[in-house]
């Protein structure tokens, strides 16, 4: 499975950004999806995650209310809807998947299986 996280960019306070996470590869089955994001001189956090097989989802505290995550399966996307972006939501995104289970609201990164490489989104004041 191979991720590409893209959409990133400078923006405002205030405004809204969404990022796309494409999943390619010989199986394109996988159990869940989260959207990580690591600040500079930061741990990085997880901050959403969508479960393919009942597209629940589960959201950081920081995040919540602000950020959407979706998934258009036609086109093998995942989305995170970003609105009421502040400065500290600057940061690279990166969106990584799980093949077996995994607990979405631990947001746990040794059990997810493959990571794309990030987009920065940079939030100005």
């Known amino acids: 499975v191979q991720l590409q996280a893209s959409g990133g960019g400078l923006v405002r306070t205030g405004d809204s950004l969404t990022l796309s996470c494409a999943v390619s590869g010989r199986t394109l089955r996988y159990y869940a999806i989260a959207w990580f994001r690591q600040a500079p001189g930061k741990e990085r956090e997880g901050i959403s995650c969508l479960r393919s097989s009942s597209g629940s989802t589960d959201y950081a505290g920081s995040v919540q209310g602000r950020f959407t995550i979706s998934r258009d399966n036609l086109k093998n996307t995942v989305y995170l809807q970003m609105s009421s972006l502040r400065p500290e939501d600057t940061a690279v995104y990166y969106c990584?998947?799980?093949?077996?289970?995994?607990?979405?609201?631990?947001?746990?990164?040794?059990?997810?299986?493959?990571w794309g490489k990030g987009t920065l989104v940079t939030v100005s004041s």
């Open positions: 990584a998947a799980a093949i077996g289970y995994y607990s979405c609201s631990d947001f746990r990164m040794d059990g997810l299986d493959y």
